[in-house]
């Protein structure tokens, strides 16, 4: 599996790990609502850290956990679900969340260039053609008119 | 008015390109249907009941000379030689095919034009005052922040996919005429007691299916803080804006929901948070009013006989200026205004000839501007009073003449069941059979100000909820009928029409308007308007007459 992180393609060195699954070695990513349950054990894993969030997520629920996470991907149930774009602002600027940062699920490669203007700089594809797209994509616009993350 | 430069020529440009792109995949099936959707309407492309349709910016409603050319040439090379002005006032062509639209883009490009967020869940056009800097009830010219807040939405990374749409309106006068009260956000410019003027900030108004007048949640923000307090309200919205049910998804909704106290305090909150650092600079305004500078009136207008000789020689020209001019605030100039709503037209249409002749007249006679209005009309806005004869005899010929401003036969409508797919029942053809019966203008001059307000369906696009007639079309078992109500006003003391009663059939459309205007003549007292004397006796005596035989 590959991905798209700071404008190249790499690979996907993380597991994405369902709530009911057990927690393997290696760098994981959970939901919100499992970090929020398993928290006292999870920061005795050995590998990196990262959650999911969900667009109804509460992102300043995180505030005390920013420099514990290494990931934090903002999953699109629906491309037309604009909350993400808000949760990757406040992670960024709020928070002063500085790692990885990815979008996945249903978002559209056209919504890229403002995704990396709102703070994403990695992006899960939802098919392999899409990654030169949604690098081509990156690029859309070379001005702006307001201030944002990016 | 406002120039690009090189970042917004960039922008547009970057912006055709993108679309471009857009289509092709679409048309090459890369693209599905639902998501070629969501980026078409974003760059103002419907698809209606014949073909698609394209919604193109007026930024305030403020238009260029070549900008109007350049409509003129794209109804005739790309369209069926019209095009149609909104209540927003925007522009519409209605017959452009779905894989020149990026083309159609290109063109307008070339004159400072563009379609983005003209649809869609997002920002929409900025809209104000048709009477902007000129108007004699001005507090502050409000098309420089206009000009500001259309840059700030423009591709705004953050506000792109919305709950639903999203829509501000600016008005600097004492009197509103950008129904700042119906907007998602109303900002009115306004002094504070040391005089420095600010915004007074209103939110959740809205037309469409439950219409609200808007609250004010700020009654006084410094104007350096006018795009932090935006960024606010947007984010809360975005963030809490219900996605579950679109009729429920506009802002108004959540305020209600939330309550305006508890509301308040979660813009205030985010404000508080946000507006040090990125405030508004002096020098931003400064440079932005540059822009929208008066033009070059001349001292001797009001020196001028002619003007005076020919309204007392001349009483079909004396009629017209009485209804289609209004005071400017240099004296021996008008603000001249183009009724669209010619008898035998649509309400907003206009052709391609008559866009090269409006193009040739705003050149001579207004500085080679033109606006549009919200009630789909146009404004010469700065016509010397020596010009006017000439300019009217010319308008007259071009069937842009009809002294009707502000009266009964000014009708706003929507395209309706004609053209549009969310429609449940024509208007076109009722607002005609309407102004047939008010074919004696002098009936229709003693009935005075009057507006009458016609949509298609509970959409809402011609505001019929604050017209002080409105009708509504709806749909009963696969048949037209109509609702009307009584004294709705988008004016400083905004008001939502009253339900008469039960709908009348299409037939019965243009008696139960004759009716209603009989009870006003027969009970009016003195110079007492429609809409004052339906506030003082209220809808009753008007029931009784249109139901009588019921």
């Known amino acids: 599996m590959q991905i798209i992180k700071d404008k190249h393609i790499v690979d996907d060195t993380w597991q994405h790990i369902a709530d009911d699954a057990t927690i393997p070695a290696g760098d994981v990513s959970v939901s919100l609502a499992r970090w929020q349950q398993e928290k006292h054990l999870l920061i005795h894993h050995k590998g990196k850290l990262g959650v999911r969030l969900h667009p109804a997520d ?15 991907e903002l999953d699109f149930p629906d491309f037309a679900d604009g909350r993400s774009f808000s949760q990757a602002w406040l992670l960024r600027e709020r928070l002063g969340y500085g790692a990885e940062l990815r979008a996945t699920g249903q978002y559209m490669p056209d919504q890229a260039f403002y995704l ?5 700089n990695a992006f899960n594809p939802e098919k392999f053609k899409d990654l ?12 702006n008119y307001q201030r944002s993350v990016n | 008015m406002y120039q690009y430069n090189e970042i917004d020529q960039t922008l547009v440009d970057e912006r055709v390109a993108q679309f471009r792109w857009q289509t092709e995949q679409f048309l090459k099936g890369e693209l599905s249907e639902d998501r070629f959707r969501a980026l078409r309407l974003r760059n103002g492309i419907y698809i209606q009941i014949h073909a698609p349709m394209l919604r193109v910016a007026i930024p305030y409603g403020l238009l260029s000379s070549k900008q109007i050319r350049k409509l003129a040439h794209i109804a005739r090379t790309y369209d069926k030689n019209y095009c149609h002005f909104t209540t927003r006032q925007n522009v519409q062509f209605n017959w452009p095919k779905i894989e020149q639209t990026p083309d159609i883009l290109a063109e307008l490009a070339t004159v400072q034009m563009h379609a983005i967020q003209t649809s869609g869940n997002c920002m929409r056009n900025t809209t104000s005052d048709h009477l902007a800097g000129v108007c004699v009830d001005e507090i502050e010219d409000p098309r420089p922040y206009c000009e500001v807040i259309r840059q700030w939405t423009t591709l705004h990374p953050e506000f792109d996919y919305l709950p639903r749409k999203f829509k501000i309106a600016v008005s600097g006068a004492v009197h509103d005429r950008a129904a700042t009260q119906f907007h998602d956000v109303g900002l009115h410019l306004v002094k504070n007691d040391a005089g420095v003027v600010g915004f007074k900030v209103l939110v959740g108004g809205g037309l469409g299916r439950t219409p609200i007048i808007g609250r004010v949640i700020r009654p006084y923000l410094e104007q350096r803080h006018l795009l932090s307090y935006l960024e606010a309200i947007l984010r809360i919205y975005n963030l809490f804006g219900r996605r579950d049910n679109k009729y429920k998804a506009r802002i108004k909704i959540l305020l209600k929901e939330t309550g305006i106290e508890k509301f308040t305090a979660m813009v205030e909150q985010e ?27 001349l001292p001797n207008a009001v020196g001028d006989k002619s003007f005076a000789l020919y309204l007392a020689s001349d009483s079909a020209f004396a009629t017209w200026v009485k209804y289609n001019t209004v005071a400017h605030k240099v004296t021996g100039y008008k603000a001249v205004f183009l009724s669209l709503k010619a008898p035998d037209v649509p309400p907003g249409d206009v052709t391609d000839i008559q866009l090269d002749a409006i193009a040739d007249l705003a050149d001579r006679y207004s500085f080679s501007e033109v606006r549009t209005t919200h009630r789909q009309n146009l404004i010469f806005a700065d016509v010397n009073q020596t010009d006017l004869y000439a300019l009217w005899q010319q308008l007259d010929a071009l069937k842009l003449a009809t002294p009707n401003i502000g009266t009964a036969t000014d009708i706003i409508c929507c395209p309706g069941l004609d053209f549009c797919s969310l429609a449940n029942a024509s208007s076109i053809d009722v607002t005609k059979e309407i102004n047939d019966a008010l074919d004696d203008m002098d009936y229709v001059h003693d009935i005075g100000e009057l507006k009458i307000n016609f949509s298609g369906c509970m959409n809402g696009c011609a505001h019929q909820s604050v017209g002080h007639i409105g009708i509504l079309g709806v749909d009963k078992k696969g048949t037209q009928w109509y609702q009307i109500t009584l004294g709705g006003s988008s004016d400083n003391e905004a008001a939502i029409g009253e339900r008469l009663g039960p709908a009348v059939a299409k037939s019965e459309v243009t008696q139960t308007i004759v009716t209603i205007l009989d009870v006003y003549v027969q009970q009016r007292l003195e110079e007492e308007s429609f809409l004052d004397m339906v506030k003082r006796v209220g809808i009753s005596p008007f029931q009784e007459q249109v139901y009588a035989n019921h």
């Open chain 1, 58 to 72: 509460a992102v300043t629920e995180l505030a005390g956990d920013i420099s514990r996470l290494e990931l934090i």
């Open chain 1, 116 to 120: 990396a203007r709102v703070g994403v």
């Open chain 1, 132 to 143: 030169p797209v949604i690098l081509a994509k990156l690029n859309d616009f070379t001005v």
């Open chain 2, 271 to 297: 404000w508080q948070l946000i507006k040090d650092g990125r405030e508004l600079s002096a020098d931003t305004v400064t440079a932005m009013k540059a822009h929208f500078i008066p033009p070059a009136y």
